[in-house]
């Protein structure tokens, strides 16, 4: 089974060589992996050090670097599109170019998938040991109340309209088959494409299994990219879009063709 893990990177030049190395060095069990950047005309080096790393980093049997360059930064979100458009893996994984996630969860997140008891798999945050209080910023104690607060508040109100009780449906690892997305449509540039991948897939029949991830939260002045007067009312947006919009009759073809041996499995994993 090959892995396509995607990562959106704009002004990560703190960060973006050492996860290279941690992705690049992460097996995954009887998993090939296909590593795309999608890299957004950084002004602080970014693209340099990527360069740097895919020059120095060659292809073998099992593992290769790719990358995808754009003109400059049009969001999270269209990167992340970018990087599923180009993608070659029978499984997509979503990475962050921070180290606020652990790579050494792979297996843990993958192994559903490669076993058949899952087709999308989402690293929750929230089944850890830190529950709802996963954001800790140094000596901004109210702005990380503040935070975890609206996690709960928009958490919930997706549950809500979708009908489910996902305790991480925005958690950065979402791992599932390519096939998932068949007929499927995703047009989010932001922080909104959380919501809008996880409520279509939903939306069409894919209920993900929720398996508990190890996470630091790093701050705004550490380059945390969230604007919070602006990103969540195009949260609100999404949900309400993705949970009412007609999702178009190749999708529905996709859904009757899943029906047919796709298993539903459970809510939850323990670790």
């Not at 630091?216 to 945390?224: D, L, P, T």
Request: glycine share 8%.
């Amino acid at each position: 089974m090959k892995v396509s893990i995607i990562i959106a990177a704009y002004n990560e030049a703190p960060t973006i060589a050492r996860l290279l190395e941690r992705v690049w060095a992460q097996p995954i069990p009887d998993c090939a992996k296909e590593v795309i950047v999608v890299e957004s005309n950084s002004t602080d080096g970014t693209r340099a050090l990527l360069e740097r790393f895919i020059a120095s980093h060659p292809a073998d049997p099992g593992r290769c670097v790719r990358a995808i360059y754009e003109a400059g930064p049009r969001g999270k979100g269209h990167a992340v599109r970018q990087g599923i458009a180009a993608a070659s893996g029978d499984v997509l994984m979503i990475q962050d170019a921070d180290l606020e996630y652990d790579v050494r969860d792979y297996p843990a997140l993958i192994g559903p998938i490669a076993a058949g008891r899952a087709d999308f798999v989402l690293g929750s945050r929230h089944l850890g040991r830190e529950r709802w209080r996963i954001r800790k910023f140094a000596d901004r104690s109210l702005q990380s109340a503040l935070m975890n607060l609206g996690g709960i508040v928009f958490h919930g109100f997706f549950n809500r309209v979708f009908g489910v009780r996902l305790t991480d449906p925005t958690t950065m690892y979402k791992i599932f088959r390519a096939r998932c997305l068949d007929g499927l449509e995703l047009t989010c540039n932001r922080f909104d494409l959380d919501y809008e991948l996880v409520g279509k897939l939903i939306r069409s029949g894919f209920m993900p299994l929720e398996v508990p991830v190890s996470y630091r939260s790093r701050g705004f002045h550490e380059g945390k990219k969230i604007r919070v007067l602006r990103d969540p009312v195009t949260w609100v947006i999404a949900i309400l879009r993705c949970r009412f919009t007609v999702l178009g009759p190749a999708r529905a073809r996709a859904r009757l063709a899943e029906a047919a041996y796709s298993e539903k499995p459970a809510r939850h994993a323990s670790s």
